[in-house]
């Protein structure tokens, strides 16, 4: 057991161990985490990690791709205007239940802590709303955007009364970083965030995954906007595997951007908690690093104290 806090800033949650499973596929480390709440609690205790950060995330435009699929052929151009509509409140609502099971379901669990999630597709007022209301009402600390799962550029200027809001009331957004599938990593690599964080400097963001394969740009970003943070989720669990990254290159890759702006992250279920925090204390860093990356960097930068 480490002598100091463990905080996981990066988990995700899911309604069902089936509906968990079959969003993780084939990918991860091969664990048989199903991703829910109680799954995540075992792991915890496993891990020795006192408190998770759950983000919301979901799948918004391949669930607008799939209704609009459904709609009937030979509609006027007002009837699919209305049709599409229907489709985009439907949407609406899906996401605010999606937000809502988050912080429930993360409020009935010791040291999990909810972050929710909006799309630039929804009218500013909606975008707002959802957020204050989460937050106000259901315990949300912060926002989660994944611009590569719902193909989207991270300065999209839809997404403008999301940061001005979370600039405003100092609620950190943590965005996926890097690669994904196929045909949807530029929305997220490291040098499409320097627009955001040129129009936004007081605004607290965090970019997971170390700006996964896009390192170059990572260290560019780090080293032009100091407010930006980072999250070694997934690539912490990729360390001295095959085609993963070497110990000595993730430790010299974090001390090029800054210790104190990188926080521990797991990614689960897709990656086992335990086995990740254990695979960042393996690493040559000394104790004092150590114990900035497993909580006292995730403590500052999310607020959680």
Known sequence: MPEFEIIDAHVHTYPTREMGLRTKGDVGDGNDLGGTMEELSEAMGEGAISRSV??????????REALLRRLPGGLSGHQQAQAEAEVEETLQGRQARRNEWTCESAGRHQ???????VDPSMPAEAICREIEERVRNDGAKGLKLHASLNRFYPYDPRLNPAYDLAQERGLPIVFHGGNFTEGTAQYSRPKEFKDVARRFPKLTFVLAHLGQDSFDETREIAVLYPQVHFD???????????????SDEIVSLIREIGVERVQFGSDYPFFHPAWAAAALLSLPLTADEKRLICADNARRTLRLD
């Open 54 to 63: 759950v983000l919301c995330l979901h799948p918004y435009a391949d669930m």
């Open 111 to 117: 040291g999990v802590i909810p972050f929710v999630a």
């Open 232 to 246: 070694c989720s997934a690539i912490i669990s990729s360390v001295g595997k095959p085609g993963g990254i070497g």
